[in-house]
């Protein structure tokens, strides 16, 4: 999968996906990343990008002929469109459900705001989506572009060592992942459970979920709304609240 990114930043985007996982993934070709710096296509001397809103008030507002020739350097010769999304506190909230759907794209244009935002005419042009990462605002794109990327590259087949590697996390089924843990068996007094060294996976499989399910009761109870719940589910839930309403 390709992402093309349009940023004042380059070397932000760079710093932080050039390494680990994805860095991996795009040394063997998996993902291609490209960082493309807005300044670089200013008639500007100075590579100025931003200039005062028409509204008045504070702040200033990138301009849309710099973005638009970022983006034509990608988007030119090509024989189809980008899907291109803007990075803004005002778009639909990703989710992973959003991310699942974003990887089954081959090409993804992230264009990153600065400022006051962008210039709502080049956003008219060439953004097909607005995309936020939580209700609030930061500095600029970069921090959820690259948050939008590592989430979306790691369910590319081949990133991450097998699918199983993100489907049993929080969030892909609609709940919290179970507790995990590793060697020692015993550190600062305590164990790991019993379960988890029994051997019996059907066991096993049963408390992970069931860990699940407490997980999300007790830190997003909102998730239990939209998961896919069984009967037995629903009782667990309802036996848990009874037995534990301090931890609720």
Request: proline residues 5%; glycine residues 8%; contains cysteine.
């Amino acid at each position: 999968m390709r992402f093309d990114v349009l940023t004042l930043f380059p070397e932000m985007l760079e710093a932080v996906l050039g390494s680990s996982i994805i860095g991996r993934a795009r040394a063997a070709g998996l993902v291609e990343l490209n960082f493309i710096d807005i300044r670089d296509y200013t008639k500007n001397k100075h590579r100025k990008v931003d200039d005062y809103p028409y509204s008045g008030g504070g702040g200033m507002l990138m301009s849309p002929e710099p973005v638009y020739s970022a983006y034509m350097s990608v988007a030119e010769g090509l024989s189809y469109k980008p899907y291109t999304v803007y990075m803004s506190p005002r778009g639909s909230v990703f989710t992973q459900d959003t991310a699942v759907s974003l990887a089954k794209l081959d090409h993804m244009v992230i264009l990153c705001g600065h400022y006051e935002g962008v210039d709502q005419r080049v956003l008219d042009e060439i953004a097909d989506a607005e995309i936020s990462i939580g209700d609030f605002v930061l500095t600029g794109g970069e921090i959820p572009a690259m948050a939008v990327i590592d989430t979306v590259a790691r369910l590319i087949p081949g990133v991450l060592a097998g699918s199983g590697s993100y489907q049993n996390e929080s969030h892909f089924q609609g709940l919290l992942e179970h507790p995990q843990y590793t060697r020692p068996y015993e550190w600062h007094g305590k164990k790991v459970p019993d379960v988890l060294m029994s051997g019996n996976h059907e066991m096993i499989d049963r408390w992970k979920h069931e860990q699940s399910l407490i997980a999300t009761l007790r830190n997003r109870p909102d998730m239990l709304e939209k998961a896919w719940l069984t009967v037995g589910d629903a009782e667990f839930i309802e036996r848990y609240k009874a037995e534990n309403e301090d931890k609720v």
